[in-house]
């Protein structure tokens, strides 16, 4: 679902966000991308979903090349970012048609799928809320709601969870795990929640200074008695690391 061979990101002034990255995503799988802020996660995120041009390198995306075919990589894949994109003051009904029409749908359409995507993640009887009057984990759930409407075999996911409370947080772990099992959705997200990836991804990519220096599921990862935090810091190492203004929050 995901194949890449020495990608790579120079950003102005040599700032070498991500470099010969190679990865591979079976279809159906659960993958979580970690790393420590500046790492290289957001980049390649926003490479992989066609939102940032690569300097070098060639990655395969839902079967479509991405350089040559971006078109088709987007019409088969759905993108949530870190920051969603509901408007607080508009209904979400007429948002939810609106992005299915933009994939092809007629309204008709648009309509039926959206009641379809909202009754799998539990908002039906919502869609004519304003985003503004939602709490953090239904407008979560929305956001990944307009990624689906167009019905990807690919999700990207980027820190979904990040700001929701515990409830809201296991809900929507649940609701992700059920896009794999109804459908057979492949996800790739990121996170900086170690016990998130630890439950819920079927196999970890650990990127540091732009470059994978783990991968394996999360039991593989952890010998000895170790945690998934444990891990993490002995190869990340415990500095504090800075956010690049060059490649963005998180990167």
């Not at 991500?18 to 990865?23: C, F, S, T």
């Not at 004519?128 to 990207?156: C, E, M, V, W």
Request: charge should be negative.
């Amino acid at each position: 679902m995901i194949k890449t061979s020495g990608l790579s990101k120079t950003f102005d002034g040599g700032v070498e966000a991500v470099r010969d990255l190679g990865i591979s995503v079976e279809p159906g799988e659960i993958v979580g991308f970690l790393g420590p802020n500046g790492a290289g996660k957001t980049t390649t995120m926003r490479m992989l979903t066609t939102l940032l041009r690569p300097t070098s390198g060639t990655a395969t995306v839902a079967g479509h090349d991405l350089s040559a075919d971006a078109k088709e990589v987007r019409r088969r894949i759905g993108y949530v970012s870190q920051g969603g994109g509901i408007l607080p003051t508009v209904p979400l009904k007429g948002e939810l048609e609106l992005q299915g029409m933009l994939y092809g749908l007629s309204r008709r359409e648009s309509a039926a799928r959206a009641g379809e995507v909202l009754a799998g993640l539990d908002l039906s009887g919502l869609e004519n809320s304003l985003g503004g009057t939602l709490s953090g984990g239904r407008r979560r759930r929305f956001d990944i709601a307009f990624a689906l409407l167009h019905d990807p075999a690919l999700l990207f996911l980027d820190e979904p969870t990040t700001g929701l409370d515990p409830q809201s947080r296991a809900n929507l772990w649940d609701h992700i795990r059920a896009l794999r099992q109804e459908k057979g959705t492949t996800v790739f997200l990121t996170t900086h929640y170690l016990d998130e990836a630890d439950a819920l991804c079927d196999r970890l990519l650990i990127i540091d200074h732009g470059r994978i220096v783990a991968e394996g599921a999360p039991a593989e990862l952890k010998t000895g008695g170790r945690t998934l935090d444990d891990v993490f810091l002995d190869i990340t190492g415990r500095s504090l690391r800075e956010e690049s203004a060059l490649t963005g929050k998180g990167a």
